[in-house]
């Protein structure tokens, strides 16, 4: 399975505004500063973090973006899903709730539990990475607000 640029630069995005906004809004500018992305991206992929639930904005002089929920109860595999979808490596039947898909002869194929097992895998984990555990590893490797991921 392979992201695409939304959920890697998202992801970092997001985690850049959980180290940097702790205390107060961060704007979308220096977001996109240290990040090196664009305003433009940046604001559609917080566009989808808003929607989510994931991310608020704040109006005026001193606004720009915050984290909605508290950092320890977000998880990399919600904001993740927030920005691509649901993280599916293989449409499959038996994968979705086992639903069957119109794959041709999908009752005898035995190899859709191997998709289902790395689907299972891949949202597992991405489930248990908390967002807080990411900023205190980013604090712990720079030594302050600066973040590098």
Known sequence: MKLSTKGKYGLRA???LAVCGENR???LNSIAERQEISISYLEQ???KLKKAGLVKSVR???GGYTVARPVDEISVGD???ALEGELVPVECAGIDNNQETHCSGSSQ?????????????????VDSIFIGELVKESRRQTGNSKIEV
């Open 25 to 27: 809004p961060v704007s």
């Open 45 to 47: 992929l917080m566009a």
């Open 60 to 62: 005026g002089v001193n």
């Open 14 to 16: 997001f985690i850049d």
């Open 109 to 125: 194929c035995v190899s859709k539990i191997v998709w289902k097992r790395i689907n299972d895998s891949i949202n597992n984990t």
């Open 79 to 81: 904001v993740l899903r």
